[in-house]
Every structure is written in C-alpha cells, then in structure tokens.
C-alpha cells in the first residue's frame, strides 16, 4: 500500500483523456470570466463613487471607457480604432507632461 495517488488520466484512453482536460479548462475559463466580472463590477463602483477631481481622474475614466468601447463591435472600423489609439496616446501623453 502506498500513500501517492494514483493518476487516473494515464489509465484513460486518448479521447478520454482530451475531454476530461477540456472539461478543466473550460472550467478555468468560467471561473477566471466570472473573477473579470467582479473586478470590473467593482472598478465601475470605484469610478462611479465620485467626480473626477483631476484632468488625470477624469482621463482615466476616459480610458476604460475607451478600452470597453474598442473592444465593441462598432469599434472595429479601422478609422475608430485609429481614434481610439490616438485619444489614449494623448492621455498618456498629457499625463506625462502635468507629471513632470
């Protein structure tokens, strides 16, 4: 008798053992998307919670907008996504010259 488990997945045939690592793969991905819900829920509450006091406030806010927005379907027009990069390279860029 022994106390190391036992690795069933290499008693399994190949197809068997293909389904069940797609099973616990597809359970990672559920688990990880319903995690990303819950941040963003919060990061919304966060941004919602008060004004801006800050062009930098303000323009992070801006930005994660931007971000869900490029991520649309009507966003993929090539025009847009020049739009959308040049806006938030202008926030960085902006930020970077109150900064310093």
């Known amino acids: 008798m022994t106390d190391d488990p036992i690795d069933l997945d290499q008693h399994r045939g190949?197809?068997?053992?293909?389904?069940?690592?797609?099973?616990?793969?597809?359970?990672?991905?559920?688990a990880n998307a319903?995690?990303?819900?819950?941040?963003?829920?919060?990061?919304?509450?966060?941004?919602l919670a008060a004004p801006a006091h800050t062009w930098a406030?303000?323009?992070?806010?801006?930005?994660?907008?931007?971000t869900?927005?490029?991520a649309s379907p009507a966003a993929q027009d090539p025009r847009r996504q020049r739009l959308i990069s040049d806006v938030l390279e202008d926030f960085r860029r902006l930020s970077n010259e109150t900064d310093g």
């Open 14 to 30: 190949m197809a068997a053992q293909k389904a069940t690592e797609l099973r616990r793969l597809r359970v990672d991905v559920e």
């Open 34 to 47: 319903k995690a990303l819900m819950e941040r963003q829920k919060d990061l919304e509450t966060h941004l």
């Open 57 to 66: 406030e303000a323009a992070e806010k801006a930005h994660y907008l931007l």
């Open 68 to 70: 869900l927005f490029a």
